[in-house]
Each structure stands twice: as structure tokens, then as C-alpha cells.
């Protein structure tokens, strides 16, 4: 079965633009996270969806950022904006339900500010 | 903020050596998790160990817990060109959060 996907693998934009980043999760995963990575450093949890809601946004570094999951499947991340320091890789991962134990990676959105 | 701390930050072995990297952390916890990461995108899981289990394995790996120390660690053995890449743990201490480190570089010469 397919994985996790993620689009686009990358993403050029300046300081000052709009940037959307689309999750398509594993099929029936209700769980969705997102991370973000900072070069040389590991993921760090950005937002939790339990099905269509944000169970947990409590790792969005601020209001310019924001996700939504308006079916209970694919999630956007939205950065309104964009500051050079949002310049990451951003990781979506999903898992079974609440108690699925495993997160399940995609590959990622590389997101370069200029 | 950054649970788990890695170490080292890097290794380097000769291909057939075995690789061990330690992971630290500070709150009690659900599991420990490793994943590894090639290339810096998408994180592949390796293994989970539970907060009552102390060792674990799976192929070639394996992973020990020390919930009174907080830590555990990772051993690669007989290591391939094709365990280069970094590696990762990650704490889940609540019902679905992960709290990952900076991770260890791990490459493995030919």
C-alpha cells in the first residue's frame, strides 16, 4: 500500500509570501502530525489531527501558522508570511488511531525562504 | 523543546563493525522509539520498546532501556554501507506525542 506523501518535495519562496504544504496520509490512519526540522536537529512536533480536528496545536511557533484536515484525510500546512527562519523541512507523519504506537513518515517538504 | 539527547553526534566505522549509539532523556515515558533518516528527509521506524521492557531486537538491531537511568541504546551489528545515515530516538510520553533528538550521524566506510 502507499505511504505517506507529501507535496511539493520542495518549496522556493521569499520573505513575505503565502506557502501551502499538502500531507496525504496513509488510507484509514485517523492520526496526523506534523513536524518540523531544522538543519542538523531532530523533527519537533508542530500539530496533532484526530480525525478532522486539531487535537494538540500546541508546537505552532506562532499565528502565522496554521493546518487544517477539512475531511479527516489530507492536512494543509499553511505559513502566512514567510520569514527566512521558517526555512525547514517539514515532516508529515500518520498513524492508526489514537493508539497507534507508530508514526509513519513521509518524505517531507523542503521549504527555502530567500 | 528537545526531550532526547543523542550520542555521540557522530560515528564513523569500517563496514562489518558494529555501530552503538546512546540515547538520554528527561521524563518518565509511554516508549522509546529509534528511526533512522538518510539524506535528511522522511524518517523510517526501526524499532519501539516499551516503558517496561528493558531489551529488544529486531534483524540486525538491537535496543535496551533503562527507565532509572533514562536512557537506552541502540546497536547496529555487523554494520553495511547501507546503515549510513542518522539516527534518531524519540520518546512518546503522553498518547501521541513524540519528542525527538538531535540524532547520531552514523557512517559506515567500505
Known amino acids: 500500500g502507499a505511504g505517506v506523501s507529501q507535496t511539493p518535495s520542495n518549496k522556493v519562496t521569499e520573505k513575505g509570501k503565502y506557502v501551502e504544504l499538502r500531507c496525504d496520509p496513509i488510507s484509514g490512519h485517523t492520526a496526523l502530525y506534523w513536524y518540523r526540522q531544522s538543519l542538523g536537529q531532530g523533527p519537533e512536533f508542530l500539530i496533532y489531527f484526530q480525525g478532522t480536528g486539531a487535537a494538540d496545536d500546541s508546537g505552532l511557533p506562532n499565528d502565522r501558522f496554521f493546518a487544517v484536515r477539512p475531511e479527516g484525510s489530507v492536512s494543509t500546512l499553511k505559513i502566512q508570511r514567510t520569514e527566512r527562519g521558517d526555512s525547514a523541512v517539514y515532516l508529515c507523519?500518520?498513524?492508526?488511531?489514537?493508539?497507534?504506537?507508530?508514526?509513519?513518515f513521509g518524505p517531507g517538504t523542503r521549504l527555502l525562504v530567500l | 523543546s528537545q526531550q532526547g539527547e543523542e550520542d555521540p553526534q557522530a560515528l564513523s566505522i569500517q563496514e562489518g563493525e558494529n555501530a552503538t549509539m546512546n540515547c538520554s532523556y528527561k521524563t518518565s515515558i509511554n516508549n522509546l522509539q529509534w528511526y533512522r533518516q538518510n539524506s535528511g528527509r522522511g524518517l523510517v521506524h526501526l524499532i519501539l520498546i516499551r516503558s517496561n521492557e528493558r531489551e529488544k531486537h529486531s534483524g540486525r538491531l538491537r535496543v535496551t532501556l533503562d527507565t532509572s537511568k533514562k536512557s537506552s541504546s541502540l546497536l547496529i551489528t555487523a554494520s553495511r554501507a547501507a546503515d549510513t545515515a542518522s539516527y534518531f530516538c524519540?520518546?512518546?510520553?503522553?498518547?501521541?506525542?513524540?519528542?525527538f533528538g538531535a540524532g547520531t550521524t552514523v557512517t559506515v566506510r567500505a
Open positions: 524519540a520518546t512518546r510520553y503522553n498518547d501521541y506525542k513524540l519528542s
Open positions: 507523519a500518520s498513524s492508526s488511531g489514537q493508539g497507534g504506537e507508530t508514526q509513519y
